[in-house]
């Protein structure tokens, strides 16, 4: 199985307090593990409202992030507009809409066929998307 990481699991490792379990979850996936430019807009947001000493470490983090998942991290780009489409217009007639940002992730991990692991499960649980929760499984 592979995985979209959401950008709360994503960031434990930068945390000062990351969850032991969810680091640990992500070093023995790794390789099964993408993420998409929409959670490293999220997390260079996260950065930039840090200062100083802090700022720069996370900045740094961020940029080696970036590095090691070359080839790993996912766009918005036509395709996944039109699952996004989709998506979008069932889950409205459903009456189950999502938060913008997470509905592009959710459309991104259907593209590819990734299970997206987040923390957030609430926002995430629609039909035909696959949700997993390393904070509380791992």
């Known amino acids: 199985m592979s995985w979209l990481l959401d950008s709360d699991v994503l960031s434990q490792p930068a945390k000062k307090v990351g969850d032991p379990r969810v ?4 070093e023995k996936h790794q390789s099964q593990c993408y993420t998409s430019s929409i959670v490293i807009a999220q ?6 409202t840090k200062r100083g000493r802090q700022r720069v ?38 009456g189950k809409p999502m938060p913008i940002e ?11 066929n990734l299970t997206i ?9 629609r039909p035909g998307i696959k949700v997993f929760d390393p904070f509380a499984e791992s």
Do not use: P
């Open 102 to 112: 997470d509905s592009y992730i959710a459309a991104i991990a259907r593209r590819h």
């Open 117 to 125: 692991a987040t923390g957030n499960v609430k926002d995430f649980q």
């Open 23 to 26: 680091i640990k979850w992500i």
């Open 57 to 94: 470490a996370l900045q740094k983090w961020l940029t080696e992030l970036v590095e090691a998942m070359h080839g790993r991290i996912l766009g918005f780009n036509v395709s996944v507009a039109h699952v996004w489409a989709d998506q979008q217009y069932q889950l409205q007639a459903a």
């Open 43 to 48: 997390l260079a947001f996260w950065v930039r």
